[in-house]
């Protein structure tokens, strides 16, 4: 599980991440939205020890993430917004690559390469240069990797991003049957109608701080539009309505 207490951090003048408290539970899928500059990706990186917070505590799996990173990263899975790959390895490579840091044996990576493989689409290009895959095919590969040591807890930056119908479907189902198994799935995500689907709660986060938090019915509550939809829920939220009323008012 992820549990953030007091979580603050600044860059300069600019407040990225002001007093977030949030528990995800295990089994749960989480959607953190919010418009550019909200906050999501900074709080992602500090979720992963990427950043140090200013202030206040994130623990994984019962981990510390400052004071105990190794064993809260053994536990965690996570991909980033513009994530890195070793682009001259084949595919299989490439998963064996991952499986050795986190010091698995040599037979039970390629049992775990080969069930992934099957699982997201990947058999057929298991020899091919990461170089030569497509987008959507890589992003297929980075979800390999995340899967490979089974952890407790998934972290996703943007997880639909340039891909196809049949890719999305395909995510979407991966990451329900992951919460099922009971991980802990943490996302971010611009895309409303996909947090909207899928996540059993979601975070509004503007300015650097959590605004409201809870599945979509709370959340229309919140924003007092008891039918609306996320992107209208949101936009209340986070004042978002006003500015387009605003903007659309003008002449072009």
Known sequence: MIEIEGLSK????????????????PGEIFCLVGPNGAGKTTTVKLLCGLLKPDEGRIRICGYDIQKEPVAARRCMGYIPDQPFVYERLTATEFLHFVGALYRMERREVEKRRRHLFRLLGLEEYASHLVADLSHGFRQRLL?????????QVMVVDEPLVGLDPYSIRLIKDLLRRKASEGTTVFLTTHILPVAEEI????????????????????L??????????????????????????????EEL
């Open 143 to 151: 979800y390999a990797t995340i899967l490979m040591h089974d952890p």
């Open 199 to 218: 996540a059993h709660r979601i975070g509004v986060l503007h300015e650097g701080r959590l605004h409201a938090v809870g599945p979509l019915e709370e």
């Open 10 to 25: 600044a860059f300069g003048p600019v407040k990225a991440v002001q007093e977030l408290h949030l528990t995800v539970s």
């Open 220 to 249: 229309r509550r919140r924003a007092g539009m008891p039918a609306g939809s996320l992107e209208d829920v949101f936009l209340k939220l986070t004042g978002g309505r006003r500015d387009l009323e605003g903007r659309l008012g």
